[in-house]
């Protein structure tokens, strides 16, 4: 044995000079793998929103076609079990990307509680974009919150179904587009050629795509808070915090919308 293998050995067992252990890169979906993941994922989600009007009017007996699934997922009920039932569908589509990578689903989501100077930090942040929205729209004479979210919120109040409402754009909402957007697809572009503020600005936009029913103005904002939230992601390395961002800012528009309805 040479001098520099035993050397080597030596110090392998000497506890001052621990053998040096070379950690294995991250699996990661990179910048098309992601893309590709993401519209499963979405596609996901959307079936099983679909799914539960498609269950709902199969329980109610009802012709199972487009005019019965317009009519029942018209209802503020239907459509709140709906967004709900979007969430297993989002998660189970993710779980399954990441376990084909052998990953982690924690670490790949970054699924770690944030401090509480970050999550003040966060909070304070998002008061000071949508209190600048809302004084934006007052200056222009608009509603702060779209026509169609008021009316719904208010119907939902008065047929009893404002508890359902409140999980579904409170919780459920948040928690599966907060796992697509800050959590899937910032954490596979943002390891791509994209890095972080391409990652950011990337997801922010498709985050906006899907809240198509609003006009431009509402987009805007929706964009702006979503960059906030992507920054936060970046800052804290905690998706729980722009969950929690997100349900708080949700949590705010339903309660003021259903008690200025009243």
Not at 114 to 132: R, Y
């Amino acid at each position: 044995m040479s001098l520099s293998n035993e050397s080597a050995l030596m110090d392998s067992l000497n506890p001052d000079h621990p053998p040096l252990i070379e950690t294995p890169a991250p699996r990661v979906w990179k910048f098309w793998g992601t893309a590709l993941w993401g519209i499963a994922i979405f596609a996901a989600m959307f079936v099983g929103q679909i799914g539960a009007i498609v269950y709902l009017v199969w329980v109610a007996r009802d012709p199972i076609d487009l005019a019965s699934l317009q009519h029942v997922g018209g209802e503020p009920a239907s459509l709140a079990f709906s967004v709900t039932m979007g969430l297993p569908a989002t998660l189970a589509a993710v779980w399954l990307a990441i376990r084909i990578k052998k990953a982690s689903f924690v670490d790949y989501l970054a699924l770690y509680w944030p401090s509480w100077k970050q999550l003040l930090f966060g909070a304070v942040g998002l008061i000071l974009i949508v209190v600048a929205w809302e004084t934006m729209s007052r200056s222009l004479g608009r509603d702060a919150t779209p026509g169609f979210m008021t009316d719904l919120l208010k119907s939902g109040r008065d047929k009893g179904a404002a508890v359902m409402l409140l999980f579904a754009f409170s919780v459920a909402a948040p928690m599966s587009e907060e796992v697509l957007a800050r959590g899937f697809l910032y954490r596979g572009w943002s390891a791509s050629f994209l890095r972080v503020p391409g990652a950011i600005i990337l997801s922010s936009l498709l985050w906006t795509v899907v809240h198509l029913q609003y006009d431009l103005y509402f987009l805007a904002e929706v964009f702006s808070i979503g960059l906030w939230f992507g920054y936060m992601r970046y800052r804290s390395n905690s998706l729980w915090l722009t969950i929690v961002l997100h349900a708080l800012n949700n949590l705010t528009a339903v309660v003021l919308t259903m008690w200025l309805g009243s």
